[in-house]
């Protein structure tokens, strides 16, 4: 499966953005989803995850109750809505894929997208 990640940009903090990640391939109701991020200088993190069917979904502590994943399987796509958002939520962030499986370790996706920027000034 391939992965387009989209929607980042330069937001002010206690604004709004909403990402979307479309997905290549016939099968992506076979895939669990996860979106980590990147700040400069620091590893790579979790951020959230949803289920194959959607039904399931798990957050990063810093992120809970601001941001929302979601997922259209009938499109290909997973949306993470970010919602009172902060400067240290300022990262590269990525989608990323795997079958039948989710999680917060990054070990547990063998497809990732290539990345967008999200800025939140202070």
């Known amino acids: 499966v391939q992965l387009q990640a989209s929607g980042g940009g330069l937001v002010q903090a206690g604004g709004s953005l909403r990402l979307s990640c479309a997905a290549s391939?016939?099968?992506?109701?076979?895939?669990?989803m996860g979106w980590f991020r990147q700040a400069p200088g620091k590893e790579r993190e979790f951020v959230a995850t949803?289920?194959?069917?959607?039904?399931?979904?798990y957050y990063a502590d810093s992120v809970k109750g601001r941001f929302t994943i979601s997922r259209d399987n009938a499109k290909s796509t997973v949306a993470l809505q970010m919602n009172s958002l902060k400067p240290e939520d300022t990262a590269v962030y990525y989608c990323a894929a795997e079958k039948y499986r989710t999680g917060s370790p990054s070990s547990v996706y063998d497809y990732w997208g290539q990345g967008t920027q999200v800025t939140v000034s202070s």
């Open positions: 391939g016939r099968t992506f109701s076979s895939y669990g």
């Open positions: 949803i289920s194959w069917s959607g039904r399931n979904s």
